[in-house]
Antibody, heavy 115, light 107 residues
Framework: QVTLKESGPGMLQPSKTLSLTCSFSGFSLSTSGMVVSWIRQPSGKSLEWLAAIDWDGDKYYNPSLKSRLTVSKDTSNTQVFLKITSVDIADTATYYC???????WGQGVMVTVSS | DIQMTQSPSLLSASVGDRVTINCKASQNINKYLNWYQQKLGEAPKLLIYNTNNLQTGIPSRFSGSGSGTDYTLTISSLQPEDFGTYFCFQHNSWPYTFGAGTKLELK
């Protein structure tokens, strides 16, 4: 059974660094062709593809945020991480991790940026 | 970035209706087009991948078609559980991009 679950701080202040974790089971990120992605969705709005990391460690970033994003994975290939630096109010959203092109998604974690 | 324009943004329909949602890409996306359904408070669910391939477990009343820049999601006979918001998504060119969504509501 494939499951993904995001975790994060819930709320943080502007200019801080947001750190998110995607913990998954039922598949391995070491499998050839496997990818885990991060997507976010502000309340009431559409979705934005942020970043992805594949089985070979290659990383993909949305150019609109590339300078602020870092995606990584753990050595056991059961967790993927996303860091977003210098957050501001516009980064308030629900953040999802997903397998491949979204055949499985986590439940999402809501992040609020507020002073 | 490839822009994905969905229409309509709001669709009112009744149970049993045949409904169509359209998505137009700003350039050719070579059929690398997925459709997702999202219900309030839930993560999106993959319905159709690569234009016309039904994801496992998705009812056959859902179908997709299109090519080039123009794509369509069709629900042949709307069921009560089909109400929600639908998003198209292109994965031809990075950064991958979503449409703005079509909210399907009960008439």
């Amino acid at each position: 059974q494939v499951t993904l679950k995001e975790s994060g701080p819930g709320m943080l202040q502007p200019s801080k660094t947001l750190s998110l974790t995607c913990s998954f089971s039922g598949f391995s990120l070491s499998t050839s062709g496997m990818v885990v992605s991060w997507i976010r969705q502000p309340s009431g709005k559409s979705l934005e593809w942020l970043a992805a990391i594949d089985w070979d460690g290659d990383k993909y970033y949305n150019p609109s945020l590339k300078s602020r994003l870092t995606v990584s994975k753990d050595t056991s290939n059961t967790q993927v991480f996303l860091k977003i630096t210098s957050v501001d109010i516009a980064d308030t959203a629900t953040y999802y991790c997903a397998r491949r092109l979204g055949d499985y998604w986590g439940q999402g974690v809501m992040v609020t940026v507020s002073s | 970035d490839i822009q994905m324009t969905q229409s309509p943004s709001l669709l009112s329909a009744s149970v049993g209706d045949r409904v169509t949602i359209n998505c137009k890409a700003s350039q050719n996306i070579n059929k690398y087009l997925n459709w997702y359904q999202q219900k309030l408070g839930e993560a999106p669910k993959l319905l159709i991948y690569n234009t016309n391939n039904l994801q496992t477990g998705i009812p056959s009343r859902f179908s997709g078609s299109g090519s080039g820049t123009d794509y369509t999601l069709t629900i042949s006979s709307l069921q009560p559980e089909d109400f929600g918001t639908y998003f198209c998504f292109q994965h031809n060119s990075w950064p991958y991009t979503f449409g703005a969504g079509t909210k399907l509501e009960l008439k």
